[in-house]
């Protein structure tokens, strides 16, 4: 019993000394989307780098999640995948602005032996999701798919079983391919599936599709060639069948910078335009426009600035597009209104 | 056959199926730690000791952070988990018939059934929501409260077998009900009570979902116990379900690191209890 | 009768036990208060209702009720004879040499995190268990215990997890427990002409409520399981008797689902799946206390159990 005390008290002591070490920097907590985890936490790495003092935590647990603590004020930011709806503004305490940071891609994933690269229009997909489509070898993918070798195989459909903001985006462009869509399973982080088994995380959804020969699937662009996962190319509205790359969903963008609202809440999946991609979406940091802690406050600002400019290169190499020149000159601007002082 | 014959039979039948039972439960252990040294080991290297985790592409990275985050929350859960579960448990033995003794065994129970989300969540409740702040402690109440019914448990039932003429012997030399139970009871149920102490301790060390809502996580390395820290299961976790062949193989390492805490857990307490009972039975 | 210090001791110990009934009220009582608007919607219909959509609002918890309780039930029904089969061995009939040493290693499966036993079973189990349900004779396909799409995923491989899960806690508690009977107990039978058999089985009657105790325990485990279980049972929200068919938990979905959880309904309507599982915990426990009370009223604890044979008599 005697030495467990003293062991006991060395680790206290220990603790206390270490805790006391570090208490000048400025340590500031956020919380949201799973998708951006990679290319944030190379930021806040890179910004820590050159800023010692500065030690912004972000954790991936998931868009809603980081709305929530957001809302309640546990995190003094959040990241989301889907922008807020109107009655979650409406339940924070303060005003929060949106502010797209990169662009992400979500694309659909098969395990068809010998299939080669497929192509699919969101109609196809919304039928599949639905249980209208059962068989690989069903007329309309053969018609998108002159000659390729469509085995009768049934379809396994693999979709999110949480809640998650990928989901937000594959939903958002079902629902506006396909009306019977809407209306059955409608837009929201998670719904209810017609059809199919439910992964965990992109990882779960990318780890059942490689395993179950036909099956189907959708995830991040960046967990598709991770895993060297086939994904096909998805028909944009201007009729092209485009693949998801940097380029085509930088184009996505580009496209909606016309009508770009004020608060940069749009939704771009289904964009018109050359080249575009169309299951792409903006992924948002969320700031309250005149937060409680101004010090924090002027810190995020600092960081917004630089991830906007300076942090964008980092993005192709991890598998995001940086944003459109244009979108960035807006959000400087918005960047001034917020309180930092 | 006469019924000798058949219940030597019987009997011999049962020690073979017995022993079938324990092959049978080692071949999962076997299969997942192969799976997990496999992927792991060749990812541990001084740096995972000592470094705090970097982002993809760079070399290097490592989870000392939340191995202190780990070793942070289960001491300090079980600093308050092991006297309330214990206490507890030996009143539902001692006073087993009381109204009190059965509610106790019923929550314990109970508890012991919640999902580890729901603790989480209640903990955010009361922890972390009314002072808008992620803790440690918070991540530490949240897993000492899921110690409770395991160490509870294992204590009543303990404590309920040690033999009657234990106690009276002491009580017939003048002591008092607690010092009986202190000085006789309790070291005659020690190692079984040990036992349950080190289950709960690997259950907590293992759980991810209480400690989203309460400790949050923290990439950089904090002790301080009114922040958010940093633990294995947690950076786990969130390496295991992202797309780099790189955070994988940390994940896995950390996976290594951890149920080798665990197991070190289990070996200190098997120690602790050997000394106990050769001290009991006076070898 | 109750003398000073004795009361002390009494209020001492009971006030710190009282302290876990506070806690698992608080928790009811939280889990009742954040599922109002849920429980005014929907009333006792949420139990039996099979619908779970969160865009339009309806939420009923069935599916999840079922996936649970099947789950849990297989998976102690695989888990508890086994771990009773270790606790028997380590306890009564391992040569000391190999105790130590397999004793740890039961104990290791407790300290595997269940996030690892969710990635070991989405990477190892489910194609072996793709692969077993792939090779089912056509006859047996036709029994709805074995109907459906060999996908792997699905309530079987979520019960053999699970069981893996339970056996180390069973097994652990209730070798500590036959440890702890005296050696008189069995001694008492073997001077009675019995078997390694049957004095094993009044070393276990004597430890019956501790056995039924190791058991709960593992059952609790299994019932409240989250991340393992979510990996690998599919997670769709139907109900169906085949081991091969994705199915939910409530544990399950409420990990999934909560952090996301956008409108206030939506939130309430989870909490109650708390609160549903809260409830059929609980109710769990008072049958198996009344098993334990039926147990113990006749006999006294320390009475040996009645041996096979009496001495003398021939076959």
Not at chain 2, 140 to 164: H, Y
Not at chain 3, 65 to 80: D, E, H
Request: proline residues 6%.
């Amino acid at each position: 019993m005697r030495a467990c005390q003293r062991v006991f008290a060395t680790l206290a002591g220990l603790a206390l000394l270490v805790s006391g070490i570090g208490a000048q920097t400025i340590q500031i907590n956020g919380a949201g989307a799973t998708f951006p985890n990679p290319i944030y936490s190379k930021w806040f790495s890179e910004y820590n780098k050159a800023n010692p003092k500065v030690q912004i935590n972000y954790q991936p647990i998931g868009s809603g999640g980081g709305i929530r603590q957001l809302s309640n004020q546990t995190v003094f930011f959040g990241a989301t995948d889907g922008p807020m709806t109107p009655e979650q503004m409406q339940q924070a305490p303060g005003k929060v602005l949106h502010l797209p940071t990169v662009l992400g891609a979500v694309v659909p994933i098969y395990n068809l032996q010998g299939a080669g690269e497929l192509k699919f229009n969101g109609q196809v997909l919304a039928d599949i999701y639905l249980g209208k489509i059962t068989k690989w070898n069903d007329a309309a993918i053969a018609k998108l798919n002159a000659g390729a070798k469509l085995p009768a195989t049934d379809i396994t459909v693999v979709h999110r079983a949480e809640a998650s903001g990928t989901s937000y985006i594959w939903v958002d462009f079902l629902a506006k391919v396909s009306p019977e869509w809407l209306k059955k399973a409608g837009v929201a982080t998670s719904v209810n599936w017609p059809v199919g088994l439910g992964g965990k995380g992109n990882e779960g959804v990318s780890g059942l599709v490689q395993q179950t020969p036909g099956s189907i699937g959708y995830v991040e662009l960046i967990y598709a060639i991770q895993n060297k996962i086939s994904y096909g190319s998805v028909q944009n509205a201007d009729g092209e069948f485009v693949r998801a790359t940097v380029q085509s969903v930088t184009a996505a963008a580009g496209a909606a910078v016309k009508n770009m609202p004020k608060d940069f809440r749009v939704s771009i999946t289904n964009a018109p335009g050359k080249g575009v991609y169309p299951i792409s979406s903006f992924t948002w940091l969320l700031l309250y426009e005149n937060p409680k802690d101004k010090a924090q406050s002027k810190v995020m600002v600092d960081f917004v600035k630089w991830a906007l400019t300076d942090g964008q290169k980092f993005a192709p190499d991890l598998g995001y597009a940086p944003l459109p020149a244009e979108v960035v000159k807006l959000e400087m601007a918005v960047l001034g209104t917020i309180k930092v002082s | 056959m006469n019924r000798d014959t058949i219940r030597r039979v019987r009997s011999t039948v049962v020690v073979w199926l017995s022993g079938l039972a324990v092959l049978l439960a080692l071949v999962p252990l076997g299969m997942i730690l192969f799976f997990v040294v496999a992927r792991g080991l060749f990812s541990l290297n001084l740096a995972f000791f000592t470094h705090m985790p970097v982002p993809v592409g760079e070399a290097g990275g490592g989870m000392a952070n939340s191995i202190v985050g780990t070793l942070m929350l289960i001491g300090m859960g079980a600093l308050f988990a092991i006297p309330v579960g214990v206490i507890s448990g030996v009143y539902a033995a001692e006073f087993g018939g009381t109204r009190l003794a059965t509610m106790v065994q019923f929550a314990a129970d109970t508890l012991n059934g919640v999902p580890s989300i729901v603790i989480g969540v209640f903990v955010y409740g009361i922890a972390v929501l009314p002072v808008k702040q992620f803790s440690a402690f918070a991540g530490s109440l949240a897993l000492g409260i899921m110690m409770i019914p395991i160490i509870t448990r294992t204590t009543e039932e303990l404590v309920k077998l040690v033999p009657m003429s234990l106690r009276e012997g002491a009580l017939a030399l003048g002591a008092t009900r607690a010092r009986a139970t202190m000085s006789v009871v309790l070291p005659a149920a020690a190692p079984g009570i040990i036992t349950g102490v080190v289950l709960a301790l690997a259950r907590i060390a293992g759980e991810t979902a209480p400690l989203l809502f309460t400790a949050f996580n923290n990439r950089f390395f904090s002790t301080s116990p009114g922040q958010p820290i940093s633990s294995l299961t947690v950076q786990v976790f969130t390496y295991a379900i992202s797309p780099y062949e790189e955070w994988h193989r940390q994940a896995w390492a950390g996976a290594l690191v951890l149920v080798t805490l665990v197991l070190m857990c289990s070996i200190l307490a098997r120690l602790a209890t050997r000394r106990l009972e050769r001290l009991q039975t006076g070898q | 009768m109750f003398k000073g210090r004795e009361l002390g001791f009494r209020l001492g110990t009971g006030a710190v036990a009282f302290c876990i009934v506070l806690i698992v009220a608080a928790i009811g009582w939280e889990l009742v208060r954040q599922s109002q608007l849920s429980i005014a919607k929907f009333g006792l219909g949420f139990w039996v209702h099979d619908i779970w959509d969160p865009v339009s609002g309806e939420f009923g918890a069935r599916p999840f009720i079922w996936g649970t309780l099947y789950s849990s039930v297989l998976a102690l029904l695989l888990a508890g004879p086994i771990a009773l089969g270790i606790a028997i061995f380590l306890s009564e009939l391992c040569p000391a040499s190999l105790r130590t040493p397999l004793t740890f290693l039961t104990e290791l499966l407790a300290a595997i995190p269940s996030i690892v036993y969710g990635l070991w079973g989405i990477y190892v189990l489910v194609p072996i268990v793709r692969s077993l349900e792939s090779s089912l004779p056509e006859s047996l396909k036709m029994v709805p215990l074995f109907s459906g799409p060999p996908v792997g995923v699905g309530m079987l491989a979520a019960v053999l997890i699970l069981a893996v899960m339970v056996i180390p806690f069973t097994a652990s508690v209730a070798r500590e427990v036959l440890k702890a009977v005296p050696m008189s107990q069995r001694e008492g039978a073997y001077a009675l002409g019995a078997t390694k058999w049957e004095a094993i089985q009044a070393a276990l009657y004597y430890a019956r409520t501790g056995i039924i105790g190791a058991v709960m325990l593992g059952f609790g485990r299994a019932l409240g399981e989250t991340m393992a279980v979510t990996m690998v049972i599919g997670n769709t929200p139907k109900i169906s008797l085949s081991l091969l068919a994705p199915q939910y938990t409530m544990a399950a979905v409420l990990a999934n689902e909560f952090s996301e959880a956008a409108d206030e309904l939506y939130l309430d309507a989870l909490i109650e799946v708390g609160l549903v599982l809260f409830i059929i915990t609980l109710t769990v426990n008072v049958a198996s206390r009344m098993l334990i009370w039926k147990m113990n009223r006749p006999a006294v604890k320390r009475k040996p159990v009645r041996v096979a044979t009496p001495v003398g008599e021939a076959a």
